[in-house]
């Protein structure tokens, strides 16, 4: 949606804030029962396959041209080692107690950088729930925070993470992850590198889990009253443990 105004000093929501235009359609949350119901129905139609040539449109924009404040030469290696470091940054600056798990996987990240050196846009958050569907049509999509040209692969593993199924069969609740790959194969002209696959996998676990101990950081220290931080720190275990599974899937 376009975006329309910004407001970066908290002068008016008391809060960094942006306002977009509204686009009609649906956001189904992808675990919930009518999420699920509506992204079934949709699976394997042209609905799933405009999910696939979307990624892939906008992994082919000429990112030079576009506004970015670190729109230069640096190699896709160079840009993920950067993101690498902001995930230190944030273990260290939010943790309230060892997390050894976390500490290893980051480690783990510093020394299985992917070698490829293709930088294209990267959505960071491609997935069905950042997507809005207008009948059998995907109308917008959505939180564009993550944003950064880097590593394609970024997205392709993220669409493909067991977080994004959890207990289903299909990608993001909409496509078996062969037919993904198939298409986006087909579409892009790139092959899907599976080892940088594996490794974005393992920095997304990371990062998610990171944003769940920055929430009990959060509760810790009275900084927030939002209930869903509480629920968060309250399930940190499994993200350890989604870290420890992604991890042993990479080693394979």
């Not at 924009?61 to 896709?76: K, P, Q, V, Y």
């Not at 798990?101 to 980051?106: H, P």
């Not at 992850?177 to 002209?189: K, L, T």
């Not at 990062?207 to 940190?236: C, K």
Request: hydrophobic letters at 40%; charged letters at 25%; proline letters at 6%.
């Amino acid at each position: 949606p376009a975006p329309l105004w910004f407001d970066p000093d908290s002068t008016v929501l008391h809060g960094t804030a942006f306002a977009m235009r509204r686009v009609p359609g649906f956001v189904p949350v992808p675990w919930s029962p009518d999420g699920r119901r509506f992204l079934g129905a949709h699976s394997n139609g042209t609905v799933s396959e405009r999910f696939v040539d979307l990624l892939v449109d906008i992994h082919a924009l000429d990112w030079r041209s576009l506004d970015f404040s670190d729109a230069g030469e640096a190699s896709a290696c160079e840009r993920t080692k950067a993101l690498i470091a902001i995930l230190g940054v944030m273990y260290h600056d939010h943790r309230t107690r060892p997390e050894p798990i976390l500490a290893d996987a980051i480690g783990w990240l510093r020394n299985h950088i992917p070698a490829g050196d293709e930088v294209t846009l990267v959505h960071g958050d491609y997935r069905t729930g950042n997507l809005v569907f207008d009948n059998d049509d995907i109308a917008a999509i959505l939180d564009w925070e993550f944003a950064l040209p880097g590593d394609p692969m970024r997205d392709v593993a993220w669409v493909l993470s067991s977080s994004n199924s959890v207990d289903s069969d299909l990608a993001c609740y909409l496509i078996p992850p062969e037919h993904f790959v198939e298409r986006y194969e087909s579409r892009s002209g790139r092959r899907v590198d599976w080892s940088a696959v594996r490794f974005w996998q393992v920095y997304y676990q990371v990062f998610n889990a990171i944003t769940w101990v920055h929430a009990e950081h959060r509760l810790q220290h009275g900084t927030t009253r939002d209930l869903r931080m509480l629920r968060w720190s309250y399930t940190l275990p499994v993200m350890r443990k989604m870290v420890l599974d992604a991890l042993r899937e990479a080693a394979c």
